[in-house]
């Protein structure tokens, strides 16, 4: 009996190897903790994308661009002879500086004498100060001035979302086309009216957003050209001008109801035959209602 060994619990086994599991692990996170953290950002993470820029890491409303659209409005003041030369020097001035001519109109007006133009373009940033400078040149003069900006950033990047979207859904259709395995010609022509449907959605997208871009990386110039006609010295005594200028009026007038009458007579001429014998159709009938009712 003295020389048999007792066989050692379960309990005590379980235990014992925990103990040395716990033994072995604590000097792993000692050693883990003399570790010091690295106090840069992690290479490859938006945060060190955001520093190697040169921008601080504010979060994600600081790396979004912002998409401004600013535009001028310009009023000028000029003889009413000197309109149409000053045009046309803004639009050479214009198409020295890379702009682009959206509108340009010039009226006249016969009656009065009266001129007025306008004039609508797109200039890039840094040609935007000798243009407006040339403006003021004589015998124009500036009469009224006015600045808009406008947010553009929400529409951009809701186009760019949207183009990145179905530029994705067309390679998946493009590669669906190419390796499938099925020859069922209506499961083919059904992706194929699909990715047409998709390429005609990018199409449409990359206009607006070559659109919004146009917008908000070059600046918007409108100018009214408003000729002056010059005053005529007062007369001694009696001022019979406004008389005159009544009297042409009503000359004017009473041309402008004369051509309107001729042309509404034009207008009805060929149709007074028919007219006339609907008219007498409608009476015909009427008389013979008459007779039958008597």
């Known amino acids: 009996m003295m020389g048999y060994a007792r066989r050692p619990s379960l309990p005590l086994v379980l235990a014992a190897c ?49 998409y401004v659209a600013v535009s001028h409005s310009y009023t000028l003041h000029l003889p009413a002879d000197a309109v149409e030369a000053a045009q046309r020097r803004d639009l050479d001035a214009c198409a020295k500086l890379g702009c682009q001519i959206l509108e340009s109109q010039l009226n006249r007006n016969g009656y009065r004498g009266q001129i007025n133009a306008h004039t609508s373009l797109r200039l890039p940033p840094a040609a935007l100060a000798p243009f407006t400078a040339s403006l003021a040149a004589p015998p124009a003069e500036i009469a009224a001035h006015s600045e808009t900006s406008e947010d553009k950033t929400l529409a951009v990047l809701d186009v760019d979302k949207r183009l990145e979207t ?10 669906l086309l190419r390796e499938t395995s099925t020859k069922n010609v209506g499961d083919l022509l059904n992706v194929e009216h699909t990715l047409a449907q998709v390429q005609g959605d990018i199409e449409s997208a990359t206009a607006q957003r070559d659109y919004l871009r146009t917008q908000t990386e070059m600046v918007k110039v409108d100018i009214r050209y408003e000729g002056i006609q010059p ?29 309107n ?34």
């Open 18 to 66: 925990l103990a040395a599991a716990a033994c072995g692990k604590a000097p792993e996170k000692k050693e883990m903790a003399t570790v010091a953290r690295p106090t840069g950002p992690i290479p490859g993470a938006k945060e060190d994308f955001v520093t190697s820029f040169g921008m601080a890491p504010q979060g994600l409303d600081a790396m979004k661009p912002k």
């Open 166 to 175: 179905k530029i994705a859904l067309r390679e998946r259709l493009t590669t």
């Open 231 to 259: 005053d005529e010295p007062k007369p001694n005594g009696v001022d019979w001008r406004p008389l005159k200028a009544a009297a042409k009026d009503f000359a004017d007038i009473l041309v402008d109801s004369l051509a």
């Open 261 to 294: 009458v001729m042309t509404f007579t034009a207008r009805i001429l060929p149709w007074m035959p028919l007219a006339a014998l609907a008219g007498w159709l409608l009476r015909l009938v009427w008389r013979r209602w008459r007779r039958k009712a008597a």
